[in-house]
Nanobody, 123 residues
């Protein structure tokens, strides 16, 4: 049974940075991974995704140039470096595992999910 655990969320002022981590178990180390977020009263949305070896990444337009997704497969750990944070980035952030080598931007193509970590950006 795949398990994903996020960490690194918290409260930060606008313009600040946070790094989220996601540790996986019960799934092969080279799985494609994604980060999604859900703000209060809104649907969950795609943030970033990375393929099996890290040479292909995808980003939502709203985070391009500010967020970076990366992976250390040997540690089964995935990261989301978030810089220049804005109040509109406030959300619960989820990591998701695809169980395939190729990443996707579609939420429905990720069968495995973590519990989420709260990110709050104050103005």
């Amino acid at each position: 049974q795949a398990q994903l655990a996020e960490s690194g969320g918290g409260l930060v002022q606008a313009g600040g940075s946070l790094r989220l981590s996601c540790v996986t178990s019960g799934i092969f180390a080279n799985t494609a991974m994604g980060w999604f977020r859900q703000a209060p009263g809104k649907e969950r949305q795609f943030v970033a995704a990375i393929n099996w070896n890290g040479d292909t990444t995808y980003y939502a337009d709203s985070v391009k140039g500010r967020f970076t997704i990366s992976r250390e497969s040997a540690k089964r750990t995935f990261y989301l470096q978030m810089n220049s944070l804005r109040p509109e980035d406030t959300a619960v952030y989820y990591c998701a595992a695809r169980g395939l080598l190729v990443a996707s931007v579609k939420e429905g193509e990720y069968p495995y999910w973590g519990q989420g970590t709260q990110v709050t950006v104050s103005s």
